[in-house]
């Protein structure tokens, strides 16, 4: 039985219920207040010996009269269930052939359910998001095969075309080959690890602990401290014990490509980066600012994405894989943090990660 056809039947159930409830109540009064016999009586007033059953002759009264309204509820509660049910379950009809084309692959259409605010809009609604989120997140992952086969490419390429080179030329430099095979090979076997921390950054499979990100912050700058002296760039740290919870591998990963790309992405000398981490009522917050380049809002809003590049860089011997921000992202999206990139009025951007905040007391 169909949805439509079991509400009919309850709407003309519920409509012969009520009837019958009114008719039993009915003949209740008038068998209350009606009395059983009475005397017949002549025209001139008098009585006469005759007895008159009333309640007999109400009953063969009321008995078909009713019977032919109960058969009316009936009739009207059938056709008038069916026409309110069809009317109800429209909105439910038109969510069904939207979730129908999205199984086909169909994430463009969107239902735009008119009327009031009612249950069935807003499931249309959650359901417009849902397919919203799907085709961008596909648009997205799309995006991301491609640049990343390109990027792939790329280093198998040049390791093809060297060896190619050094097959037709048996007296080219066997060590400056090497060198240049090693650097490429760094490079894609580099590239492969950052996308298998992405995929596991997406996938949330990791064990959560107590993490302190001022503890992450240290850490992060002096690793990349020899790297900041080479190339002039001061980093300096501050905040106070800031208790999160999470992955420290991945936290650590988070801070790291935070602090490595405020160096990469600086002034050609006296340039500064700078790491604060502080608590909030509801969230750990770490601030990663540096100086360099300005930076348009616009650009901002794309650095995130996988090998998206802002300014130049001008060191060329860290110029990275072009998916540091977008493994940050990921990483914070896993905690279930919020990131921000909020380009400098004087030049370079100040990115902010918020995650959950935790007491450092809290039992695990």
């Not at 249309?124 to 397919?131: G, K, Q, R, S, T």
């Not at 085709?135 to 060297?162: D, G, Y």
């Not at 106070?240 to 936290?251: E, F, M, Q, R």
């Amino acid at each position: 039985m169909s949805v439509r056809l079991k509400l009919t039947l309850s709407y003309a159930g519920f409509l012969m219920v009520a009837g019958a409830l009114l008719l039993a109540a009915v003949w209740v009064f008038l068998l209350r207040y009606v009395p059983n016999r009475a005397m017949l009586i002549n025209p001139d007033d008098r009585p006469t010996n005759g007895v008159f059953p009333i309640r007999s002759v109400l009953l063969d009264v009321f008995a078909p009269r009713a019977a032919a309204v109960m058969a009316f509820l009936l009739v009207f509660g059938l056709v008038g269930g069916w026409i309110l049910a069809g009317r109800m379950l429209a909105p439910l009809t038109r969510i069904t052939d939207a979730t129908r084309r999205a199984t086909d692959g169909s994430l463009s259409h969107r239902i735009r359910l008119p009327g009031r605010k009612d249950e069935f809009r807003e499931l249309a609604d959650a359901f417009d998001a849902m397919l919203a989120r799907l085709e961008a997140h596909v648009a997205e992952q799309q995006r991301f095969a491609a640049n990343a086969s390109h990027e792939l490419r790329t280093p198998l390429a040049i390791s093809k075309a060297l060896l190619d080179v050094a097959r037709t030329d048996p007296n080219r430099d066997a060590e400056e080959l090497i060198d240049r095979l090693h650097a490429v090979n760094t490079r894609a076997i580099d590239l492969t690890e950052a996308l298998l921390l992405l995929t596991r950054a997406n996938q949330r499979s990791f064990t959560r602990e107590h993490v302190d990100l001022s503890l992450m912050a240290e850490q992060a700058a002096e690793t990349l401290l020899p790297l900041a002296e080479k190339h002039g760039v001061t980093i300096e740290t501050s905040g106070d014990i800031t208790p999160t919870i999470g992955s420290p591998a991945l936290l650590l990963q988070l801070t790291t490509n935070l602090v490595h790309n405020a160096i990469v992405h600086n002034l050609p000398e006296k340039g500064t980066v700078s790491v604060t981490t502080s608590v909030r009522p509801d969230s750990a917050v770490l601030i990663v600012e540096n100086t360099g380049d300005e930076v348009t809002p616009q650009l901002a809003a794309t650095l995130t994405e996988p090998f998206q590049r802002g300014t130049e860089r001008i060191h060329t011997d860290h110029a990275g894989v072009g998916l540091g921000l977008a493994i940050v992202k990921t990483i914070t999206q896993a905690h279930d943090g919020t990131l921000t990139l909020t380009p400098r009025p004087s030049g370079g951007i100040r990115i902010t990660v918020e995650l959950p905040a935790t007491s450092p007391h809290t039992d695990r």
